[in-house]
């Protein structure tokens, strides 16, 4: 039987996009997500972060300016609540809400010494989809911590949306979508 404490990492690729005024300035991005979950029963506490590689399409200027063509890199990093209202030999779906921060950096050309930056905390929600493809039970107990485990491998596939709204004219949405591996473990 499990106990009623989880745990998982995980790590994985993906894509996003914004759309509303921020997609008319940032292209598409190419992403890298990595995390931690922490469950109690099927309640689930996600800590995950996404970095990611964009360029400008079209110049902006605030207190100072991206400018065509130029590298920008993304961060969001999000603390969520999330609920697994499937969780079968093969599935676990779980949709989630938390706080989001998207924090868009990158050099301006015009002063390279003052980079440039912009962040905004926002709500976070999406859908994790987990598929498991293998468990693994260990039935002796760990020399160093004395527990026996069951850790569950699977393909996440992680859609969430943040909104994100730097100024009247930059503001939008950030649709992600990832793929990725995940190892969930259980002690029972």
Sequence with gaps: ENRNFGYALHAGFGSGFFPGSLGEHFGPTFNFIFGFDFAYKKSILYLNGTLAGDHVKKDYTADKTWHEGQHANVAIIDVSYGYAFVDNEKFKIS????????EF???NKDDKENGLRMVDYNMIFGINTDYKIGTRLKLLPDPFLGVKEKVETSIRARLYVTKVNYDENLQGYSINLTIGLC???NMI
């Design 95 to 102: 949709p989630f809400a938390g706080l989001g921060i998207t």
């Design 105 to 107: 950096t990158g050099v």
């Design 183 to 185: 190892g969930f473990g």
